[in-house]
């Protein structure tokens, strides 16, 4: 069974920082690109960042610059760390695996963890 367990998330004030972390079972961290998704209250969830198994990295617009994405393959583990918060950061985070293989998508989620961002 493939599991995503995120690591809690907590109350920051603004211009603070706080690191998300999310460990994946074994069989698929080394095969899927894994992401950080967001829905903040009343809001569809948005996408946040990607880093594929070859490293590389994406970032929204909103969070270019404050926000760096990592994997450590050895540990199975994917990181979110958020510089510079804002209280438009206020939300649910999710960690996503996803993988496109025969033309169908194999998506995997985390149960989510609240970030807060207020003084």
């Known amino acids: 069974q493939v599991q995503l367990v995120e690591s809690a998330g907590g109350l920051v004030q603004p211009g603070g920082s706080l690191r998300l972390s999310c460990a994946a079972s074994?069989?698929?961290?080394?095969?899927?690109?894994m992401g950080w998704y967001r829905q903040a209250p009343g809001k569809q969830r948005e996408w946040v960042a990607t880093?594929?198994?070859?490293?590389?990295?994406n970032y929204v617009g909103s969070v270019k610059g404050r926000f760096t994405i990592s994997r450590d393959n050895a540990k199975n583990t994917v990181y979110l760390q958020m510089n510079s918060l804002k209280p438009e950061d206020t939300a649910v985070y999710y960690c996503?695996?996803?993988?496109?293989?025969?033309?169908?998508?194999?998506?995997?989620w985390g149960q989510g963890t609240q970030v807060t961002v207020s003084s």
């Open positions: 996503n695996a996803a993988q496109i293989k025969n033309g169908l998508l194999n998506n995997y």
């Open positions: 074994a069989s698929i961290f080394s095969t899927y690109s």
């Open positions: 880093i594929t198994t070859g490293g590389n990295t």
